[in-house]
């Protein structure tokens, strides 16, 4: 059965300095893809960035990066040059095989509070 | 304009009232999806809609119905529901296969006395 395991349920750092977030995922299948998601306090899920099982090249979307490591089967959250504005919850999440029927079925892990100090 | 906008955003509601939550997408997706985010716990799909038919439906209790009446509108009915149902209820909406990126709304947050 599929299942993302986030393993932090908090972490601090200074702002400026960068931080990862870590993601373990366990599925069967070939073709999957992996994303981040961040949630202020105001309850928006804003999706971050991306990883295909199938890309070679680790994603990077501005200061965030997804090191992705396939054999392990870890897709951790690398944030670079911390801003205050980065606390917030962030949650790992997978899509397996497409389902069929044009829509897609993520799952989420527990997620992990990130606090930005000044 | 949001592109996935959720009314109300906070909800209080007796055990034996009826409600319901609001899910409008200006996105032109054509899949839509309830998640239930309860404190402490992973978020849990409750109901997917494709092209306005329900293709998911998670062994949610029949307190909690689902409408989707067109691909830019989805419901969520709620009557006789308990107090373990306060969570935050959000909705989603996704363009077929892509990278199956789901775009979100705030949410609508419930609590049930």
């Known amino acids: 059965a599929q299942k993302i395991t986030q393993t932090q349920p908090g972490m601090f750092v200074q702002e400026k300095e960068a931080v990862t977030l870590d993601c373990t995922y366990d599925?069967?299948?070939?073709?999957?893809?992996l994303f981040w998601y961040k949630q202020p306090s105001s309850g928006e899920m804003i999706f971050l960035i991306y990883?295909?099982?199938?890309?070679?090249q680790n994603a990077t979307e501005g200061r965030y990066s997804l090191n992705f490591q396939k054999a392990r089967k870890s897709a951790n959250l690398v944030i670079s040059a911390s801003q205050l504005g980065d606390s917030a919850m962030y949650f790992c999440a997978m899509r397996e095989a497409f389902p069929g029927g044009g829509y897609n079925k993520l799952i989420f892990g527990a997620g992990t509070r990130l606090a930005v100090h000044p | 304009e949001t592109g996935v906008t959720q009314t109300p955003r906070h909800l209080v509601m007796g055990m034996t009232n009826k409600k319901s939550l609001k899910c409008e997408q200006h996105l032109g997706h054509n899949a839509m999806y309830w998640y239930k985010q309860s404190a402490k716990k992973p978020l849990e799909l409750m109901f997917v809609?494709?092209?306005?038919?329900?293709?998911e439906n998670n062994s949610v209790p029949s307190r909690f119905s689902p409408e989707c009446p067109n691909s830019s509108h989805l419901f969520l009915h709620l009557h006789t529901l308990q107090p373990e149902d306060s969570a935050l209820y959000l909705c989603a909406s996704s363009q077929g296969k892509s990278t199956g990126e789901l775009f979100f709304g705030e949410g609508s947050r419930l609590t049930v006395l």
């Open positions: 599925t069967s299948d070939q073709s999957y893809g």
């Open positions: 809609y494709s092209l306005e038919e329900r293709v």
């Open positions: 990883q295909g099982s199938y890309d070679e």
